[in-house]
Structure formats: structure tokens, C-alpha cells
Nanobody, 125 residues
Framework: VQLQASGGGLVQPGESLTLSCAVS????????VGWFRQAPGKEREFVAA????????LYEDSVKGRFTISRDNAKTTVYLQMNRLKPEDTAIYYC???????????????????WGQGTQVTVSS
């Protein structure tokens, strides 16, 4: 299974970006997918996750109401729509996939089996 994250860039505070995570190999509907981020000098942290069906989403508190995770099973792609971006959102964003029998979400990085290479998001004026 391979994950390719894209869509990062440099934006000003208050602007929006949409990240994409293209998943290839395996059966996409068998994977729950999450986004994590790591800022310079900080540990990696959970951002958002989506269940296998897409019915359930989970968000880290600081992004609730601003970020939306979604998936298109036909395109085997997961999206992270990020609105009202703040400087503290600056980080490398990683997507990850968990081959799971569970229909729920998870925010635990050790649950995820496969990781993408990351895409840089910089929020600065």
C-alpha cells in the first residue's frame, strides 16, 4: 500500500487549503485513514481521522470547526479541507492508513500501518 500526500503550500492566516491523500494498493474501503502533523521541534500529533465507510470523523480539538476530513472511495483518496488557517497550523502533514476490521475511527498513531511522505503547510503573513 502506498500513500501520496499533496496539496500543501504557503498561505496567509485565515486562508484555506485542501490536502489530498491518494491511496494505492489493497482494498481502499478496508482502510480507515488519518491525518497527523509535525511542527518543527514538536512531536507528531493527531489531526483528523475518518472511518472506513466515511460515516464517522474524529478531530483534534484545535481543528474542530475549521478542518473537514472526507473520502472518495471511488477515487481512493482522502481529503483534508483546512479553513481559517492559523500560524500554529504550520507543520508537515502526513496521511496514514490502517487496515482494520473496525468501522470506527482512531487517533492513535500506532494503529496505522502505512504512512505517506508528508506535505508541508506553512501559514504566515
Amino acid at each position: 500500500v502506498q500513500l501520496q500526500a499533496s496539496g500543501g503550500g504557503l498561505v496567509q492566516p485565515g486562508e484555506s487549503l485542501t490536502l489530498s491523500c491518494a491511496v494505492s494498493g489493497g482494498t481502499f474501503a478496508s482502510y480507515r485513514v488519518g491525518w497527523f502533523r509535525q511542527a518543527p521541534g514538536k512531536e507528531r500529533e493527531f489531526v483528523a481521522a475518518i472511518s472506513r465507510s466515511g460515516k464517522d470523523q474524529l478531530y483534534e480539538d484545535s481543528v474542530k470547526g475549521r478542518f473537514t476530513i472526507s473520502r472518495d472511495n471511488a477515487k481512493t483518496t482522502v481529503y483534508l479541507q483546512m479553513n481559517r488557517l492559523k500560524p500554529e497550523d504550520t507543520a508537515i502533514y502526513y496521511c496514514a492508513a490502517d487496515l482494520s476490521i473496525f468501522m470506527t475511527t482512531t487517533n492513535r498513531d500506532y494503529d496505522y500501518d502505512y504512512w505517506g511522505q508528508g506535505t508541508q503547510v506553512t501559514v504566515s503573513s
